[in-house]
């Protein structure tokens, strides 16, 4: 009976221990699989990581709102190109009073900044222009 229970025992850590060595496995499998993304790849999937954009804006003669822009590349491989930027119009009080898109053709390199100017006939009352990246294209 004693010699039945050691055998038992032996088995159950050989079964555990088998057990322990796929889990390990399985991790190393997951981590090999992440690390075989590319740079090229991991910039291409994710512009808005890469991309900066600023700007500014004033209004002209006949009552447009004219923003100028820099969109900015920080990728290390990725060139992208029809860049959209998101530009919101804000009153005094911080209110959002209109939101456009506008598309960038034009292709930013790595490291490069791509100046830009759109006219827009701004709401009413708009005092304040914010832009973001919506979206890009990784130019092949």
Do not use: W
């Not at 029809?82 to 911080?94: E, L, M, P, Y």
């Not at 598309?103 to 009352?125: H, R």
Request: hydrophobic letters at 35%; aromatic letters at 10%.
């Amino acid at each position: 009976m004693n010699l039945f229970k050691s055998f038992l025992f032996v088995f159950a850590l050989f079964l555990f221990a088998c057990n322990d060595k796929g889990k390990k496995q399985d991790a190393k499998s997951d981590t090999y699989e992440t690390s075989k993304m590319t740079i090229s790849e991991i910039e291409s999937k994710n512009p808005k990581k890469f991309l900066k954009v600023e700007g500014r804006d004033k209004h002209n003669l006949i009552g447009q709102t004219v923003v100028k822009g820099k969109i900015s590349n920080t990728a290390t491989v990725a060139v992208y190109k029809d860049v959209t930027i998101k530009i919101s119009f804000f009153s005094k009080t911080g209110t959002l009073l209109e939101e456009d898109e506008e598309t960038i053709y034009n292709e930013v390199k790595p490291g490069e900044t791509l100046e830009f100017k759109s006219k827009f006939y701004a709401p009413k009352g708009s005092s304040d222009v914010k832009l973001n990246i919506i979206n890009a294209k990784a130019s092949n």
